[in-house]
């Protein structure tokens, strides 16, 4: 028998690194699950893409900034910095082959593509907390967005990322005057309070107004320097 329209239909599922993940049409939209937790859709993009943009605005005006982008997810953040010529090099970190995958040779390629084309994007499979501790690269803005917020991570290693070491870690590889952004589904003063404690300047909070409910939002601070 035929699934409705209001019936999610599983794609593909596969056992990854860090558990089950799934892409599911859901009518016109794809979602992505991870160990049976919702985590995003191709409903909007209104607050990836706000991810992007607020990070580019606070920055100094420097030429071809480059960007780390914590998470491919449906390919929102990078499509849309990828369309922004302003943008230098793009460095995309997604620790979950299925999810790339699904973008070079699956249904989500029809949002990456020309992204991915881009020859200013790369893109790294590996965790983002363990590429963020070791690598030696900098850049002069870092947009994460692999967890529901700095309070609702999706698997328990990615607290660390948020914590004091974890933010200055961040700090460590952005250059001076070097913006971080981090998306979350709700407010956060305490990750505010973190933010500042860990050295950063101009902190400050963006909202995502939705139709109901509390708003999506990013949380921005700036490297001292």
């Not at 967005?145 to 460590?172: M, Q």
């Given at each position: 028998?035929?699934?409705?329209?209001d019936?999610?239909?599983?794609?593909?599922?596969r056992?990854g690194?860090y558990?089950?993940?799934?892409?599911?049409r859901h009518?016109?939209l794809?979602?992505i699950?991870?160990?049976?937790?919702?985590l995003?859709?191709?409903?909007?993009?209104?607050?990836?893409?706000?991810?992007?943009?607020?990070a580019?605005?606070a920055l100094d005006?420097?030429?071809?900034?480059?960007?780390?982008i914590?998470?491919?997810?449906?390919g929102?953040?990078l499509a849309?910095a990828?369309?922004?010529p302003r943008?230098?090099?793009?460095?995309?970190?997604?620790?979950e082959?299925?999810v790339i995958?699904?973008h070079l040779?699956?249904?989500?390629?029809?949002i990456?593509?020309?992204a991915l084309a881009d020859?200013r994007?790369?893109?790294?499979d590996n965790?983002?907390?363990?590429?963020v501790n070791e690598?030696?690269?900098?850049?002069?803005?870092?947009c994460?967005?692999?967890?529901?917020?700095?309070?609702w991570?999706?698997t328990?290693?990615?607290?660390g990322?948020?914590?004091?070491?974890g933010?200055?870690?961040c700090a460590?590889?952005?250059r001076?005057?070097g913006v971080?952004a981090?998306?979350?589904?709700q407010?956060?003063?305490?990750?505010e309070g973190?933010?500042?404690?860990a050295?950063?300047?101009?902190?400050?909070t963006e909202?995502?107004p939705?139709?109901?409910g509390?708003?999506?939002?990013?949380?921005l601070?700036?490297?001292?320097?």
């Amino acid at each position: 028998m035929p699934a409705s329209y209001d019936t999610p239909v599983v794609i593909d599922r596969r056992q990854g690194p860090y558990g089950e993940v799934v892409l599911r049409r859901h009518g016109a939209l794809l979602q992505i699950i991870a160990n049976g937790c919702f985590l995003m859709d191709t409903s909007d993009g209104r607050s990836e893409r706000l991810l992007v943009d607020a990070a580019y605005d606070a920055l100094d005006g420097r030429a071809q900034p480059s960007v780390l982008i914590g998470g491919l997810g449906v390919g929102f953040s990078l499509a849309h910095a990828a369309a922004d010529p302003r943008w230098g090099r793009i460095t995309v970190v997604e620790r979950e082959p299925a999810v790339i995958d699904w973008h070079l040779r699956g249904p989500l390629s029809a949002i990456s593509a020309e992204a991915l084309a881009d020859p200013r994007t790369e893109i790294v499979d590996n965790d983002l907390v363990a590429y963020v501790n070791e690598m030696s690269a900098t850049y002069d803005a870092l947009c994460l967005d692999i967890d529901n917020g700095p309070g609702w991570t999706v698997t328990e290693g990615n607290e660390g990322l948020y914590s004091k070491a974890g933010l200055a870690s961040c700090a460590r590889v952005l250059r001076p005057g070097g913006v971080l952004a981090v998306w979350s589904a709700q407010p956060s003063p305490e990750f505010e309070g973190s933010l500042w404690n860990a050295g950063f300047q101009r902190v400050r909070t963006e909202e995502i107004p939705v139709a109901r409910g509390v708003p999506d939002v990013v949380h921005l601070a700036v490297r001292a320097g």
